[in-house]
């Protein structure tokens, strides 16, 4: 599947769903003629229409291609969406590193509240640099740490902003 | 006067000064565009008073701009897209030993650039906004669909996929209280959705985090920064020389500026080109000419100031920067359009001062942060990332002190990674989440004025005059990529 197929499909997945979710607002008694869920309606659907289009937009392309590779296909031609400008790079495993970056900031949610904002940007910070490479040292940690007491120091000492303490604090 | 006056009782100079070191490094970073540069430092303005916030974030996109040229310059890598025309000349004039004079002409033209666009931005905006004080809800609606469909043409790439990315964002921003009934949509039975969803969230995440999102599938290629290049600036002699390619770069900065879609990246090229035919010394251009540096700094900085012009005058911003700045208008309540002018004429008056600041305080700002830039330009890659990553967090939560916040920046941040992989552009989702409510309240508004009766659309000229625009370009836009389908398959069958 391209991924311009993809994007099509995705959109009318996308306009569909909201469709659904559009035809259950309530209507109001102080509706105009419009009413809440007119303008959603409307997205809704020329969402679905616009994947129609990409959609068949990537078919026809794809068929075009297809046509003169009578010839057989190289493992060079096997990924026919290949594009030498594409930003994301590494096919499957590169979606699987971002995913990996993600994780780590589900990751600090799920703990900030509990452990406090302190170490839990430090975490952040330390699986973060070495998720992205970093060989495994003591400096790796150190800076983590120092990361966190200058956004400390940034954040709660000068601008005032109440971060997280954490229950873990209370314990003590 | 007035903006004197607002620049001495408000911390405005200071917020200037930190806006352009903050864009400069931001600039100087390969990767980290202006835009995000900004929407960084989004969450830093909710504590400051309204002026000084837009000053912070005007003064780094100011910064921005310059920063972008110093890697161009010295490790040929643009830090930001609008440097690439730098690139050509100006790292052929490291090549020649002349690095520090090529970051000098940069600066130098920067700030000439920065003082024309805040020229341009003061002259200009206010009698454009003249024109749209005699809007009513017709055209409201109609300016917010011209919006949509220039942004929406201007894009690059498939139209169908702006389109795409345009009601998007309009999806987004129907999330909350209905703006007529007051009922609810789309919030799932969730009290943090009820106020809609914040406009400054889906920014940072789609520009920030979807960053860091793909740099994470990328092997860090940091080329390091050997040069010990002092900031030379030119002499007489040279300035003269360098003024015809400056002022190209003004011209054509302050009508890329004006114009939606087009922004710094389009005008730094065509000045480049421009600079090349009008000059005495053409054949000086690609082996390491002054001009060459001069005219696309100066036509980005200028860039910089004259793209909130359409942003000032009509409400709509033409890039994805303004459409940061515009996030910091809306943090702080004001509504940008031909009204801000009345409403909050102080806060316009209080960012041209700090612009004015920004620009000359880039001179010297610009040889002090010399040093930090290429301090941080070699850091590695994982190290800046994660910094980068728990500035989010740490800026995000204090807006609200929401954790809810937080999830939905990281979910911007997986959709702004899905359009990146699928080549839909931004603008258009931007633009649809703060256009969404402008369109749907002067859309309804004008049926319940007219009873219901679409015509009211066609009957009020002004309304009439902007919808033609938007079907012109949208016509355009479908016309020209008819003829290049038909174009690339004559090609394909010869």
């Known amino acids: 599947m391209t991924r311009e197929l993809m994007g099509g499909l995705l959109a009318i997945l996308l306009g569909g769903g909201y469709f659904a979710m559009a035809l259950q607002i309530r209507a109001s008694a102080l509706a105009d003629t419009v009413g809440p869920a007119g303008l959603p309606k409307v997205l809704a659907l020329l969402m679905i229409f616009l994947g129609l289009v990409l959609s068949a937009q990537a078919l026809l392309s794809g068929r075009r291609k297809s046509r003169p590779a009578a010839e057989p296909a190289s493992a060079a031609d096997a990924d026919a969406d290949a594009d030498p400008g594409d930003e994301i790079q590494g096919g499957l495993a590169g979606l699987a590193r971002a995913g990996g970056l993600l994780a780590i900031g589900i990751g600090y949610l799920l703990i900030v509240r509990t452990v406090g904002y302190v170490p839990a940007i430090a975490a952040l910070i330390v699986a973060a640099t070495l998720y992205g490479g970093a060989a495994l040292s003591w400096r790796v940690f150190a800076i983590g740490i120092a990361g966190a007491v200058l956004y400390y120091t940034l954040f709660v000492l000068m601008l005032g902003i109440p971060l997280p303490a954490g229950h873990l604090i209370s314990l003590f | ?494």
């Open chain 2, 1 to 494: 006067m007035q903006s004197a006056e607002i620049l001495v009782t408000t911390p405005a100079i200071l917020m200037a000064c930190i806006g352009v070191a903050w864009g400069i490094l931001g600039g100087a970073l390969p990767g980290i565009s202006p835009s995000i540069t900004m929407a960084l430092l989004l969450p830093f303005t909710y504590t400051l008073e309204p002026t000084s916030a837009l000053i912070l974030l005007a003064s780094s996109y100011v910064g921005a701009e310059y920063g972008g040229s110093i890697p161009a310059i010295l490790i040929r890598t643009p830090g930001t897209n609008a440097a690439a025309a730098t690139v050509i000349d100006g790292y052929e004039m490291n090549r020649q030993g002349k690095a520090g004079l090529a970051l000098g002409i940069s600066l130098y033209s920067g700030v000439i650039g920065s003082l024309f666009g805040l020229l341009m931005l003061v002259v200009l905006s206010e009698p454009l906004s003249r024109v749209a004080l005699s809007f009513r809800p017709p055209s409201y609606f109609a300016l917010g669909i011209l919006g949509l469909s220039v942004i929406v043409t201007l894009s690059g790439g498939s139209l169908v996929k702006a389109m795409i990315a345009g009601i998007f964002g309009l999806m987004v921003a129907t999330v909350g209280t209905d703006p007529v009934t007051g009922g609810n949509r789309f919030t799932f039975g969730t009290a943090d959705l009820l106020g809609g969803i914040e406009p400054v969230l889906i920014m940072v995440g789609l520009f920030a985090v979807s960053e860091l999102l793909v740099q994470a599938t990328q092997k860090d290629t940091t080329i390091r920064v050997e040069s010990t290049a002092r900031i030379e600036f030119p002499g007489w002699k040279l300035a003269r020389r360098l003024l015809p390619a400056q002022m190209i770069g003004n011209v054509v900065g302050t009508f890329e500026g004006v114009m939606p879609g087009a922004g710094g990246t389009v005008a730094s090229f065509i000045a480049y080109n421009e600079a090349k035919r009008w000059s005495r010394h053409k054949d000086e251009f690609g082996k390491g000419s002054p001009e060459g540096i001069a005219a696309p700094e100066t036509a980005n900085n200028t860039v910089s100031a004259t793209a909130i012009i359409p942003l000032l005058a009509f409400g709509i911003p033409g890039s994805n920067s303004t459409a940061v700045l515009l996030g910091g208008f809306l943090i702080h309540g004001i509504t940008v359009g031909p009204m801000i002018f009345v409403k909050s004429a102080d806060v316009v008056h209080g960012l041209y001062g700090g612009l004015f600041v920004a620009s000359i305080a880039q001179l010297i700002i610009g040889i002090m942060m010399m040093a930090p830039c290429i301090w941080l330009v070699n850091r590695p890659r994982a190290y800046l990332n994660a910094f980068i990553f728990a500035l989010i967090f740490s800026g995000v939560f204090s807006i609200h002190q929401s954790l809810f916040d937080l999830s939905l920046v990281l979910g911007a941040g997986v959709v702004g990674f899905f359009m990146r992989m699928l080549k839909i552009p931004f603008l258009p989702t931007v633009l649809g989440l703060v256009l969404g409510y402008l369109v749907e309240s002067n859309y309804r508004r004008a049926l319940v004025i007219s009873g219901g009766d679409h015509s009211i659309f066609l009957t009020d000229p002004i309304s009439l005059g902007l919808l033609v625009v938007a079907a012109l370009f949208i016509a355009g836009s479908l016309g020209r990529t008819l003829l290049e389908t038909m174009k690339s398959r004559r090609t394909a069958l010869n």
